[in-house]
């Protein structure tokens, strides 16, 4: 199943909704975001009983993002999301901008991430194998989101500059991240096992990878060609819902994590971890290392360096490097 390519939009869209992802798309907003941006006016929506936005106003955007406070006790961060994409819609859709707000601020405090030892990690590597492994060490030797490693295409891993190319990732951004010496030869049996496939699919009649609308109009044909293939493809073709076409799309983020989330349990871990900590691994790995706090923003994709600064607080040395009056013995 493709889960990660937006539909197709009526030509002449008449439905809200429609619409709304409309102007979305021609933001050229990540999909993603329209997602999320959807999901919370269509909360916004049946939280005021199917009420039209349009004949909302600030009063009612203020009673609904007090509610996701004091009623469903929502993070900062959900909270904020919620706001933004209702800001979209009035100020940008519906040309109705909100006046000042006036709302009660989600107070649920900030959470360190959780993040494994280096020796948890190989433990919990050594219990995935295939694909499933090699996405796993992506994600902590180089920093990768589970989507942006999902979603490499053969093009995007660099061998000459021993680097990895992200593209599109969080924020619609491109990014460039190190490719570590020791996936070097794994990723190009990687590549190699997955240009066999391609060539099988071509065999059959298919082959032909998903290409953003834009790409597939300037480079006609793209679709078939090796370096366009994703670096992870699926074990099954899927129905794109654009085109009804089949195509060979990438692994499912879902059962790569569930795969991380055995071995997890596997390793005998029980801390509150699942995929993403492969990825606050990396990073608290390099700060321990003293690489440069905006190096690894940069590398992590980072648009606020506020947000890679959280990783000083969870490395390895806890309670501040202070050493505790019970270890001089007695």
């Known amino acids: ?11 002449n869209p008449t439905r809200f909704m429609d619409q709304l992802r409309a102007l979305i798309r021609s933001r050229n907003m990540a999909y993603r975001t329209e997602q999320t941006y959807c999901h919370w006016i269509k909360r916004f929506i049946r939280f005021h ?15 609904f993002l007090s509610h996701l406070a004091v009623q469903r006790n929502n993070s900062v961060s959900t909270q904020r999301t919620a706001l933004n994409a209702i800001v979209f819609l009035f100020r940008e859709f519906l040309e109705q901008p909100l006046e000042e707000l006036s709302f009660e601020m989600a107070r649920k ?7 494994f030892t280096h020796e948890e990690t ?39 500059m021993r680097q990895i190319i992200v593209r599109s990732g969080k924020g619609n951004k491109d990014r460039t991240t190190l490719l570590p010496d020791s996936l070097l030869e794994p990723l190009k049996l990687q590549i190699e096992a997955c240009l ?7 065999a059959s009649g298919h082959g032909e990878v998903y290409m953003p609308l834009a790409l597939n109009r300037k480079f006609p044909g ?15 073709l899927s129905n794109d819902p654009r ?29 509150q971890a699942n995929s993403h900590t492969l990825r606050h691994s990396f990073a608290t790995r390099l700060l321990e290392a003293g690489y440069d706090i905006r190096t690894i923003q940069k590398l992590l994709g980072h648009a606020d360096v506020r947000t890679t ?22």
Not at 222 to 236: D, H, N, R, T, V
Not at 244 to 266: K, T, Y
């Open 122 to 160: 190989r433990a919990v590597i050594g219990h995935l194998k295939g694909s499933h492994q090699l996405v796993a060490r992506l994600m902590y030797g180089s920093g990768l989101r589970i989507n942006e490693a999902l979603r490499l295409r053969v093009k995007d891993v660099d061998f000459g």
């Open 196 to 202: 066999v496939q391609h060539k099988q699919d071509l």
């Open 243 to 271: 085109s009804n076409v089949l195509r060979r799309h990438h692994l499912l983020d879902r059962g790569v994590q569930r795969a991380i989330s055995a071995a997890i349990r596997e390793a005998g871990i029980y801390k």
């Open 49 to 63: 009983g199917m009420q039209h936005p349009s004949t909302c106003s600030t009063k009612e955007v203020e009673q």
């Open 309 to 330: 600064e959280i990783y000083t607080h969870v490395i390895r040395k806890g309670g501040f490097g202070v050493r505790s009056p019970v270890d001089d013995g007695f």
């Open 1 to 11: 199943m493709i889960m990660d390519i937006p539909p197709k939009l009526p030509d």
């Open 109 to 115: 405090p900030q959470r360190l991430p959780t993040v």
């Open 222 to 236: 793209a679709g078939k060609e090796p370096a366009w293939q994703y670096l992870f493809p699926a074990a099954k």
